[in-house]
Structures are given as structure tokens and as C-alpha cells.
């Protein structure tokens, strides 16, 4: 095993992609407001349409503070949680 921290690896993989998330909006919006026909306008959603889309999310959530929640609260053994 290479010893490595599971909340490292998680920020390691986690924080590139908040990045170009961060990095892909602002041309998202800037070519929106250039006029680029980019395609045909889509679905709008309600409210309650968006909220039942998030209940769908949750699973992977919940897996998320788990893992990280259990190895840096010490809930569970370091080799029990690296697993």
C-alpha cells in the first residue's frame, strides 16, 4: 500500500475538476453573451423538476462525506477505510 491519505487523493482528484469547472463557466457565458448560435435552446425546468433531479445526486453524496467523514473522524480503522 502506498500510504497515501484518502483525503488527499480525494482533493487530489476533486480539485482539478472544481477548477476547469470554475475555468469552463465564465467562456460558457461569455460566448452565450457574444450571440454564438451554439445550438437550440433547451428544456426549461421547473423548480420542483430540479429539486426531484437533485434526489437523485444524494447516493454519491452520501458516499463522499462517508469515506472522507470516517477517515478523518477516525470512525473507522485507517486500513478498514483505505478498503
Known sequence: M???SIGKVFVAGI???IVATLAAVPRG????LAGSQG???GKHSSWPER??????VWPVV???VLVIGGSTA???PQPRARA
Open 74 to 76: 477516525a470512525c473507522s
Open 62 to 64: 452520501m458516499l463522499f
Open 2 to 4: 502506498t500510504e497515501t
Open 15 to 17: 480539485l482539478p475538476g
Open 29 to 32: 457565458r461569455v460566448d452565450h
Open 51 to 56: 429539486l426531484d433531479a437533485i434526489r437523485h
Open 39 to 41: 445550438g437550440p435552446p
